[in-house]
C-alpha cells in the first residue's frame, strides 16, 4: 500500500495535462474523421492509399520538391557508397568520418556563416538555447532570456532548462517595446522567435537589427520555414533581410523543410572556435547523440548544389507563381504574402466535415479547430510547392469555395494573365 503522498506540479513553464488534454481532443476528432492517421504509398507526386484513395498534398513542408529530387536521391545514394557507412557510432568530438565536415563546409559556403550541423532543429534548440542561457554561447554572462509567446514548441520546451541557468521571461508576440523595456534594464538580453510562423507572418528582423546595434540585444530565430524558399541560394527570411555577420545573431533552420533532405544547419558568425567546440561538446543532443547519417549528408550536399545553381531560383519563382495562383481564386488573411501558407478561415462546426469534402475530391489540406486553436480562429490550412500543377491548384480552390471558402475579389487576376 503506498503511503498516499501526492505531487503539486509547478506548471511555471510547460503543462501537459493542458497540452495533452487540448490537444488529443482535437486529434482524436481529426482521426474519427478520416482527416488524421493517414497511411499512403507517394507514386509521381500523388499519394495513394492502401484502399485505393488518391489526393495530392498540400499539407507538406517540402515547398521546392527537392525531397523528391532525382539529385537529391542520388545524392543520397552516392554518399553511402563513397562513405561505405551508413553511421560509424561514436560521438564526433571524439572521431568522425569526414562526411559531416563536408556538409558543413558546402553549407557554410552556401550561406557565408559557420555552419554546425545537427539531427533536427529541434535537437539544435534543445543542446544550444541551454549552453545559452548560462553563458557558455556569449561572453561568460548570463542573459535574460525572453521567448516569444507563439515560439515553436521546440524552443518553447526548453523553457524549464534555460530557467535552472538563467532568468526566463515570455512575452507577448513581437513585442518590441517590452524587449527594448529589457534591454535598458539588463546588461544581457536574448529573444527567441520564429524568423517565419508557421501560419504565415514573419518576424519584425530590421526593427530588431537595430535594438540589436543600440542595445546589443542578440537574438536566436528559428528561420525552419523559410530556409530555401526565400532569399538569394535560399538562404531564408532572417538572413536576407538582415544579413547578420556577428554574434549577436545565431539562426537555426531545419534542412527536412524546403531543403528537402534531413537534419538542420545552425548559422553562426563571429563565435571563437572553443565555443564551437563547447556547442560540440556539450549541446544536449548536438554533442552525445549520433550525428546525421551519411545518406542525409549526401542528399545534404546534392540540394546544396542546386542552392548554388540556376535551378533554385526557378523554384522559388515557380512557387511563387503556385501562391499568386491559389491567391487569385481563394481570399486568406495571408493574401499578396510570399509566405507558402494559408489558412481558409471556417467556423469551428464545420471544419472537420469541409476537410473530409476536400479529401474526398483529391486533396489533403489540414483542419486546425478548437481547442488546438483559439475558437474564432479555425481553418484548413494550405500549403503550397513548387510541383503542384496549375490544374491541381485550380481545382483545390473550386473545392475550397464549394466549402465555404471566401473566393478572391475578381480584381485579382492569375499571374501571367
Ligand atoms: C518544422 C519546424 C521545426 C522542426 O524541425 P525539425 O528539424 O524536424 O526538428 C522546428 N522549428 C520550426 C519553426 C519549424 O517550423
Known amino acids: 500500500m503506498n503511503a498516499g503522498r501526492t505531487i503539486e506540479p509547478t ?16 486529434w482524436d476528432l481529426s482521426e474519427e474523421n478520416g482527416l488524421a492517421g493517414i497511411v499512403a504509398e507517394l507514386d509521381d507526386g500523388v499519394l495513394r492509399t492502401g484502399e485505393g484513395h488518391t489526393f495530392v498534398n498540400f499539407s507538406c513542408c517540402s515547398y521546392l520538391d527537392l525531397d523528391s529530387h532525382p539529385r537529391v536521391i542520388e545524392g543520397a ?32 559556403e552556401l550561406f557565408s556563416a559557420d555552419v554546425v550541423s545537427a539531427i533536427s ?17 556569449g561572453d561568460g554572462e548570463r542573459p535574460l532570456m525572453i521567448f516569444d509567446k507563439n515560439c515553436h514548441v521546440s524552443m518553447a520546451q526548453t523553457k524549464p532548462v534555460c530557467a535552472d541557468e538563467t532568468e526566463v521571461v515570455t512575452c507577448r508576440h513581437h513585442d518590441l517595446d517590452f524587449i527594448e523595456a529589457r534591454c535598458k534594464e539588463y546588461s544581457r538580453v536574448w529573444y527567441v522567435c520564429d524568423g517565419s510562423d508557421s501560419l504565415g507572418g514573419y518576424a519584425p528582423v530590421a526593427e530588431l537589427a537595430a535594438l540589436q546595434d543600440r542595445y546589443g540585444l542578440q537574438v536566436y530565430y528559428d528561420d525552419s520555414h523559410s530556409l530555401s524558399a526565400f532569399g538569394p541560394r535560399g538562404v531564408g527570411y532572417v538572413r536576407s533581410v538582415a544579413p547578420a555577420a556577428n554574434d549577436r545573431t545565431v539562426v537555426v533552420a531545419t534542412l527536412n523543410k524546403a531543403f528537402g533532405t534531413s537534419g538542420a544547419a545552425v548559422l553562426l558568425d563571429g563565435h571563437p572556435k572553443r565555443t564551437l567546440r563547447v556547442i560540440e561538446r556539450f549541446a544536449g543532443a548536438m554533442s552525445y547523440s549520433q550525428p546525421l547519417n551519411t545518406a542525409a549528408v549526401g542528399a545534404g550536399l546534392a540540394s546544396a548544389e542546386i542552392h548554388r545553381s540556376e535551378e533554385l531560383p526557378a523554384l522559388q ?4 507563381e503556385k501562391i499568386a495562383l491559389f491567391d487569385a481564386h481563394v481570399e486568406t488573411a495571408q493574401s499578396g504574402s510570399t509566405f507558402p501558407i494559408r489558412l481558409v478561415p471556417m467556423d469551428d462546426e464545420v471544419v472537420v466535415e469541409a476537410g473530409k469534402r476536400v479529401f474526398e475530391a483529391g486533396f489533403y489540406v489540414s483542419p486546425v ?32 469555395v464549394e466549402v465555404g471558402a471566401r473566393p478572391a475579389p475578381a480584381t485579382r487576376t492569375e499571374p501571367g494573365a
Do not use: W
Request: glycine fraction near 8%.
Open 121 to 137: 532543429a529541434s535537437a539544435a534548440s534543445a543542446g544550444l538555447l541551454p549552453l545559452i542561457a548560462s553563458g557558455h554561447v
Open 369 to 400: 479547430f478548437f481547442p488546438i486553436v483559439a475558437r474564432g480562429t479555425a481553418g484548413l490550412r494550405v500549403m503550397m510547392r513548387a510541383g503542384q500543377t496549375d490544374e491541381q491548384i485550380r481545382d483545390l480552390c473550386s473545392v475550397l
Open 11 to 26: 506548471h511555471r513553464y510547460r503543462n501537459n495535462d493542458k497540452s495533452v488534454g487540448i490537444g488529443n481532443a482535437f
Open 317 to 320: 519563382k515557380r512557387l511563387q
Open 77 to 108: 545514394v552516392e554518399a553511402l557508397r563513397r562513405y561505405g557507412v551508413l553511421d560509424h557510432c561514436i560521438p564526433r568530438s571524439r572521431v568522425q568520418i569526414p562526411a559531416l565536415l563536408e556538409l558543413e563546409h558546402s553549407l557554410g
